[in-house]
């Protein structure tokens, strides 16, 4: 193993922080970890910042934080989950109001907070070469039909960066499509369960590490 070691940058919601495994279990970031060091042959460090429940908005703000921002300085992998809370809210705030408008809302405010979070990403990664890994949602309420709906047309817009250089997203939505019995938590059924976890992590592993 080359011991130079590679910097591993977690940042996100609930997914990131791993809620829905039993504490000191792993989520997806300890393995996806795991797997990166195996992959590349390289020790991999790791620093997380990640708060249940934070929307795209509060990961925005994460990332102006002097913190945040010297371990982007630093980091060679990036990854972040975030825009569930966002339809989350959105969900709630429609069952009260009935009014559709109020998901498509945000929807485009978390879409334009994520493009936003990616400009300030290359704005401060001064690494020649990094990788940033995103997510899509999953839908944990197959059966709602609005929800189904909200998550595609999310989904759909934030795939679409994966075209920027150095971005690729996970299609974590076809990773659970069909298995939310098996991979979501039994505890409340919209968080992962550990199998969910490292689903997660192989479909960020198999989007490769290039550059």
Known sequence: MDFNPLRYLAIGDSLTVGIGVLFLDPGFVEYYRGMSQQILKKSVFCKKYARSGATTEDVLKMLHSPSVTE???????????AGGDDLINAAKEFLINKNEES???????SLKNYSKIIERIRHLDKQDQYILRLTNLYNPFPGIAIADEAIKVFNSSINRFGLEMNVKVADLYSVFKGNERALLSKKGGVHPNSEGYYQMALALSRLGYSP
């Open 71 to 81: 371990a982007v300085n630093c980091a060679d992998i990036i990854t972040i989950t």
């Open 103 to 109: 998901v498509s809302h945000a929807i485009n405010q």
